[in-house]
């Protein structure tokens, strides 16, 4: 047989180096069948040369290129979504050549014998021939049918997985990336359905630290996709590669499973009560899976990717797809030398727990604790230890830039230290006061010890087990950024940051620019001193130049990506801490609730210093000329007030128009109640989620005792959210987020798209993975609309 001409090939005849027959997808799941012990649902694939010759034979190929005549912009949505919609119906509507239909017909038939069902059912997935390639990868953006029974049925389904070659993401994707749509082949993978009673994903390496010590398992109850997709927090589970001792479990409550029913479709339904808390796979079903994931990632001879699932009639495991793991394996591997201290300090392999707390960053690092109580004693903190204090506010991130970890005795999940421990990617351990001791009485200064962020633990020592002594730590923001591909999504994802400094290593990750950039930390790193107290000794220039220096990084690394600034948002106690605040800061007992933001700008008492930042601003826009630069304005309580500071800006020469635009940091209840109002003052709301859900629900976030009533996925929370995108968009607003919800809550992430807001701006860490669930819930709201199942709300989100 000449496999290059084959309509079809069954797995067991496919190796991993036939992406250009197969592509990535049937290819990986051949090399597994065919090289390996693991076990791999059978099934055969349609080849390149099938796709092909069924495009040839049909004429498609002249149609298709016509058809495609008319998109002139691909950035034109309704232009995208009609030529796409016509190329998929002519593909559907053609009939499918007789010898490439009778070869897929032999195969399903040949199928049912070999696992002994005459009529079986089947997954139909597609492969792209250019899946997996570098810098081109166009995985998930094709499409995957699943409960497929009958020839005639599996014949049609490999016509829409033909067809989706030209959903309107993968074919804008392709005019970005410079690819001839009609050179990319597309191949059907036709597989034996397993009806999982539980499934999941599993990787060889931790996808937050990079340790390759040992392997990552979650799942969930029902069909994987729910796994896949974020809609339900899976159990997980950490597991040592050289002796598969289970370092870590956590059972997570899953209320929602998708299964399928005897006809072959998929439905939601609730898990019962008895197993929603249950773990939902046994420690030996845990290590066997460990021993497969071994054995893919020996075969391979790198990080994998896998998913799998438990077949609910046999209880058998299958590992239904594998692929290299496509971020950590591209990262420079090379360690840094063992610092002399480190050498020279024994490693231990007991764990002493010192203290606990609640996982903000994670990470595991080991190093020499530095307590300090007092912000006066930052100065003495040196490069690579790991800090230890009570709380962090705006002036600890000069300390916080040269900490390879911290650990608080406060704090929640949105605390300053947790905020921004995750923007400079060390670990952090937040909290530990209201869980079990408090870290800087029970960790002495110069104390010698292991932070486990991923687990919220502190270890007395340096323990073998958790850091190896070779793989000293990079300074907090030094090491590289492993870029992955990202789909493209209709709702941009923008990124979050602070620190100038750190603009170019975070600006090649796939964002559509920084939704929110933090004006304090310029201000504590670089500045340092009170802007009132500048103009006093007449140096009112420091202000403007380092100020407009700061944005200008971030403005450059980004372009011509938009870039907001969000204006000073210090609270009084903050500004005190500067030089020469003590004379201008008011002493305020809920500084938090106080004289900052927006009331802050058009006060006497400040005017002249927010005009400062004002120039700064036009500096970057027009001496620079990065006139990506937008604005936004936070904490404002009043309509009143946000019309005076639009006056101002435009006074000052900043005004409104086409390339400049101002949005409202939308934190406070009035700005959702009195959202028609706004609107004529600014061009688009950023959700403060943390300030909002404090606001909302009355809880300081910054309040431990309380901290388990602040949840931004509250009814409460997202009744304001929905009602602000929907007078929004009346009058042409847009509505971005930029609180820490999205980068924590998969399920909150999807509500916010599904409500239809324009923009999410997560944590650097967070982008493409928020890339692949919003493009996910965008496919499934797209196909739910396409095949009228749009699923309703389970909640009442109106007032």
Not at 305 to 334: C, F
């Amino acid at each position: 047989m000449d496999r290059e001409k084959a309509f079809v090939l069954w797995f067991d005849e496919l190796r991993r180096k036939d992406v250009d027959l197969v592509g990535g997808k049937s290819s990986s799941l051949g090399e597994l069948t065919s090289s390996t012990d693991v076990p791999v649902p059978y099934g055969f694939a349609t080849t390149a040369a099938g796709y092909r010759y069924f495009m040839k034979e049909t004429g498609l190929d002249h149609t298709i290129k016509e058809l495609l005549t008319g998109l002139t912009d691909v950035e034109d949505p309704v232009q995208l979504r009609n030529v796409t919609a016509a190329v998929r119906k002519a593909i559907c509507d053609v009939e499918m050549p007789v010898s490439l239909a009778e070869d897929i017909r032999r195969g399903y038939i040949e199928l049912g014998e070999k696992v002994g069902e005459s009529d079986p059912f089947v997954a139909v997935r597609s492969s792209a021939t250019a899946e997996d390639l570098p810098d081109a990868s166009f995985a998930g953006q094709q499409d995957t049918y699943l409960n497929v029974k009958g020839a005639d049925m599996v014949i049609q389904k490999v016509k829409e997985c033909y067809a989706s070659t030209f959903t309107d993401r993968a074919t804008y994707y392709r005019t970005k990336k410079g690819f001839d749509h009609l050179q990319v082949a597309l191949s059907a993978a036709v597989q034996m359905m397993v009806f999982s009673k539980a499934a999941g994903v599993m990787f060889t390496v931790d996808l937050v630290t990079g340790d390759d010590s040992s392997i990552t398992i979650e799942g969930a109850w029902g069909l994987g996709e729910y796994v896949v997709q974020g809609t339900v927090t899976p159990d997980n589970f950490k597991i040592r590669k050289s002796d598969l001792n289970i370092l870590s479990k956590m059972i997570n409550t899953k209320p929602v499973m998708l299964v399928r029913k005897p006809d072959g479709d998929c439905e939601e339904q609730k898990v019962p009560e008895n197993k929603m808390k249950a773990q939902v796979i046994s420690d030996e079903q845990v290590k066997e899976l460990a021993k497969y994931a071994i054995a893919i990632e020996k075969h391979y001879g790198c990080y994998m990717d896998m998913e799998w699932g438990i077949d609910e009639r046999t209880d058998k495991i299958w590992l239904l797809q594998a692929r290299p793991e496509t971020v950590w394996s591209k990262r420079n591997k090379e360690k840094k030398v063992q610092t002399e201290s480190e050498a020279s300090t024994p490693m231990t392999t007991d764990r002493v727990v010192v203290v606990k707390g609640l996982p903000a960053s994670p990470g595991r690092i080991a190093g020499k604790a530095h307590v300090i109580l007092d912000p006066a004693q930052i100065e003495e903190f040196k490069d690579g230890e790991i800090l230890v204090t009570t709380m962090t506010a705006p002036d600890w991130v000069p300390a916080m830039k040269k900490a390879k970890a911290i650990v608080t005795d406060a704090g929640g999940m949105t605390c300053h230290a947790s905020i921004v421990s995750r923007e400079l990617g060390i670990p952090c351990i937040v909290g530990t006061k209201s869980r079990s001791q408090e870290a800087t009485t029970t960790i002495t200064n110069g104390m010698e010890i292991t932070v486990d962020a991923t687990n919220g633990i502190v270890y007395e020592g340096l323990v073998a087990d958790i850091v190896k002594p070779a793989e000293a730590p990079q300074a907090a923001g030094s090491a590289a950024v492993a870029v992955e591909s990202a789909p493209i999504t209709g709702t941009k994802i923008y990124m979050n940051l602070g620190n100038p400094d750190l603009a170019e290593k975070y600006g090649v990750l796939p964002c559509d620019g920084i939704g929110l950039m933090r004006e304090e930390f310029i201000w504590t790193t670089f500045i340092h001193e009170h802007p009132l107290y500048l103009i006093e000794i007449g140096h009112p220039e420091r202000v403007v130049d380092q100020l407009a220096d700061g944005i200008r990084k971030v403005c450059q690394a980004l372009s011509p990506r938009p870039v907001t600034l969000r204006f000073s948002d210090f609270k009084s106690s903050e500004y005190r801490n500067l030089k020469g605040g003590d004379k201008y800061e008011p002493e305020e007992s809920s500084a938090l609730l106080g004289w900052r933001g927006a009331s802050r700008y058009y006060d006497p008492k400040y005017i002249e210093a927010f005009k400062l930042e004002i120039k700064a601003v036009q500096k970057v826009r027009e001496e620079y000329g990065y006139k990506n630069l937008h604005v936004m304005i936070p904490f404002c309580r009043r309509v009143d007030e946000m019309a005076q500071i639009v006056a101002l800006m435009a006074q000052e020469g900043l005004r409104r128009g086409p390339d400049f635009k101002v949005w409202l940091m939308a934190e406070i209840p009035s700005n959702i109640i009195l959202a028609d109002q706004f609107n004529e003052f600014v061009d688009g709301y950023s959700i403060g989620s943390n300030d909002l859900t404090m606001l909302i629900m009355g809880c300081d976030r910054d309040n431990d005792t309380v901290a388990p009533l602040f949840d931004e996925r509250n009814l409460a929370v997202k009744r304001a959210i929905r009602h602000l995108i929907a007078v929004a968009h009346k009058d042409g607003r847009t509505v971005s987020i930029c609180g820490q919800a999205p980068s924590v809550y998969p399920d909150f992430t999807e509500f916010l798209v599904k409500s239809g807001i324009d923009s999410i701006s997560v944590n650097p860490d967070a982008v493409a993975a928020t890339k692949k669930l919003v493009a996910h819930v965008e496919q499934r709201i797209m196909m739910d609309a396409l095949t009228g199942k749009g699923r309703a709300d389970t909640e009442d989100y109106t007032w």
